[in-house]
């Protein structure tokens, strides 16, 4: 398996183009389109870092690089972060908000499908993910790759130093609301739901994933788990992986 200093460090691969989706320098996507006429399934990247302006899309270019080689058009979305003028909650999410809907605006001009769009985001970006599910009713699949699904949860155990803290702006103590507002527990989610999660993610348990699997089933959400042995939090997006076939296989299936 990778580690995550790994795929963090190498370049990623060039975009096709790169378009602005707003005025801020942060708000860019950076699409890549197949060989050959589309239209063109859609996957938008949402990366995570915990939310923070030190990480950026680098390292997704390489999941939606991937993906492209299979046919599918990519938009990597970058969004302002904490340590951004107007990063954190919400403007990273009405970035992610604003982002899906210039797609969806300029799906003709780059010929795509709109009907076949699936949103993966990745450790706090499937947070923004599936928040961008709950929001848009437009998004139909949504796929989190060792996501940051239960801000509560996050707040307790003090991931990152407690990164939920600075992206929401307090403790639950001091803005309660934010944490129910954030957090996709709380949210109803009408798009089909993939839960993928390493069994040996040591940034974001997998226990996150396995139990927002369990409580959205009871809430008769269409959720699934599907949880790779041994992998770790960056081997669920890198295409070197072991894991990466199974994250490929998860992908194809949400479009399908």
Same mark, same amino acid.
């Given at each position: 398996?990778?580690?995550?200093?790994?795929?963090?460090?190498?370049?990623?691969?060039?975009?096709?183009?790169?378009?602005?989706?707003?005025?801020?320098?942060?708000?860019?996507?950076?699409?890549? &389109?197949?060989?050959?006429?589309?239209?063109?399934?859609?996957?938008?990247?949402?990366?995570?870092?915990?939310?923070?302006?030190?990480?950026?899309?680098?390292?997704?270019?390489?999941?939606?690089?991937?993906?492209?080689?299979?046919?599918?058009?990519?938009?990597?979305?970058?969004?302002?972060?904490?340590?951004?003028?107007?990063?954190?909650?919400?403007?990273?999410?009405?970035? $992610?908000?604003?982002?899906?809907?210039?797609?969806?605006?300029?799906?003709?001009?780059?010929?795509?499908?709109?009907?076949?769009?699936?949103?993966?985001? %990745?450790?706090?970006?499937?947070?923004?993910?599936?928040?961008?599910?709950? %929001?848009?009713?437009?998004?139909?699949?949504?796929?989190?790759?060792?996501?940051?699904?239960?801000?509560?949860? =996050?707040?307790?155990? %003090?991931?990152?130093?407690?990164?939920?803290?600075?992206?929401?702006?307090?403790?639950?103590?001091?803005?309660?609301?934010?944490?129910?507002? =954030?957090?996709?527990?709380?949210?109803?989610? /009408?798009?089909?739901?993939?839960?993928?999660?390493?069994?040996?993610?040591?940034?974001?348990?997998?226990?996150?994933?396995?139990?927002? $699997?369990? $409580?959205?089933?009871?809430?008769?959400?269409?959720?699934? &788990?599907?949880?790779?042995?041994? /992998?770790?939090?960056?081997?669920?997006?890198?295409?070197?992986?072991?894991?990466?076939?199974?994250?490929?296989?998860?992908?194809?299936? =949400?479009?399908?």
């Amino acid at each position: 398996m990778t580690t995550g200093d790994d795929i963090l460090n190498l370049p990623p691969p060039k975009a096709d183009v790169r378009v602005a989706y707003g005025g801020d320098q942060n708000q860019f996507i950076d699409l890549r &389109l197949p060989k050959g006429r589309g239209p063109y399934a859609v996957a938008i990247s949402i990366h995570g870092g915990f939310w923070r302006a030190k990480y950026d899309l680098g390292y997704a270019g390489h999941l939606c690089a991937a993906l492209t080689t299979k046919g599918i058009a990519t938009a990597n979305v970058e969004y302002r972060r904490v340590g951004n003028a107007g990063g954190g909650w919400p403007g990273s999410f009405v970035d $992610v908000r604003s982002a899906y809907q210039f797609l969806l605006q300029s799906a003709r001009q780059h010929e795509f499908d709109a009907g076949r769009v699936v949103v993966i985001g %990745h450790s706090a970006g499937g947070q923004l993910g599936l928040g961008l599910a709950a %929001h848009e009713s437009g998004v139909r699949s949504v796929v989190s790759l060792g996501g940051v699904a239960d801000m509560q949860r =996050a707040y307790g155990l %003090h991931l990152s130093n407690d990164a939920v803290v600075e992206f929401l702006g307090g403790t639950p103590a001091e803005v309660g609301d934010h944490y129910r507002e =954030a957090d996709p527990m709380n949210m109803a989610i /009408a798009a089909r739901q993939w839960l993928v999660h390493g069994g040996a993610d040591d940034v974001v348990p997998p226990a996150f994933s396995r139990d927002y $699997v369990r $409580v959205k089933m009871k809430a008769k959400e269409d959720v699934r &788990l599907v949880e790779i042995a041994g /992998a770790g939090h960056f081997d669920v997006v890198d295409p070197r992986s072991s894991a990466w076939k199974e994250v490929e296989k998860v992908v194809m299936e =949400a479009l399908g």
